[in-house]
C-alpha cells in the first residue's frame, strides 16, 4: 500500500519548549513511562534525532532516535495522538527519521516494540523491519520485547 504523507500539519525540530507536551503525548500513548529529564537526555545525546509533527500550535505526534553504534541507529520513542493515528503523521515522522538516519551515514535501525503491539508491529513490517529475536522481561512490568531492525 502507497501511503502518502500527511498533509494535515508539518515536522519541526524538536526545541526543549516542547518538553511538557511531548512527555505528556509520550505518557499517554506508550505503556512505559518517561520523565522530562529522560526525553532531555535523549535529545542532548542527538538533537538532531528527535523532531515533532505539529497541527496548529499543537503537538500531535514526535519521534526520538540515538545513535546506538557508529553505524546503527535506534528509534526510541515514536507516537502519535491517537485521534491522528492513520491519517499518515506516523509515516511522515519515520520517513524524516530515516532520512536523517542516512545523512548521518548509518547503516541499519533497530527497535523494541511490545510483543502485543500489533498496531506498532504491523507498522515497522510495513516498513521492512523483521524481527530478530525475542527479549524477555524487556519492560518493566516484564513483557517481553520484540527486537525488530532493518538495513537503511
Ligand atoms: C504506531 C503509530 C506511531 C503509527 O502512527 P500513525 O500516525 O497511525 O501511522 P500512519 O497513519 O502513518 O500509518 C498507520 C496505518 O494507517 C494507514 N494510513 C496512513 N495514511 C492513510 C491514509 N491517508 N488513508 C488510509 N490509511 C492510511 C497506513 O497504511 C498504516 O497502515 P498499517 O497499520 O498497515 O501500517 C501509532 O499507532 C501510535 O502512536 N501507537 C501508540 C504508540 C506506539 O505503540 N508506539 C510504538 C512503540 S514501539
Redo the contacts with the bound molecule.
Keep these: ?1 502507497v ?2 504523507p ?1 498533509e494535515i500539519g508539518r515536522i519541526r525540530a524538536f526545541v526543549p519548549d516542547d518538553l511538557e507536551e511531548i512527555t505528556e503525548l509520550s505518557n499517554s ?2 505503556t512505559e513511562y518517561y520523565t522530562q529529564d529522560i526525553i532531555y537526555d535523549i535529545y542532548r545525546a542527538w538533537p538532531e534525532g528527535i523532531f515533532v509533527y505539529t497541527v496548529g500550535r499543537g503537538i500531535k ?1 514526535f519521534i526520538a532516535g540515538a545513535r546506538y553504534t557508529r553505524t546503527e541507529g535506534r ?1 526510541l ?6 485521534e ?11 520517513d524524516h527519521f530515516l532520512d536523517v538516519c542516512r545523512q548521518n551515514s548509518l547503516l541499519s535501525i533497530r ?4 510483543t502485543d ?1 500489533n ?2 508491529i ?5 516498513y521492512g523491519f523483521s524481527v530478530t529475536h525475542t527479549m524477555p522481561a524487556y519492560y518493566s512490568d516484564l513483557s517481553d520485547a520484540l527486537l525488530m531492525w532493518r538495513m537503511l
Design positions: 500500500m501511503v502518502r500527511a500513548c506508550l505526534g528509534i520513542l515514536l507516537a502519535v495522538e491517537r491522528y493515528r492513520n491519517m499518515g503523521i506516523g509515516t511522515a515522522l519515520m527497535l523494541e516494540v511490545r503491539n498496531e506498532a504491523r507498522f515497522y513490517r510495513r
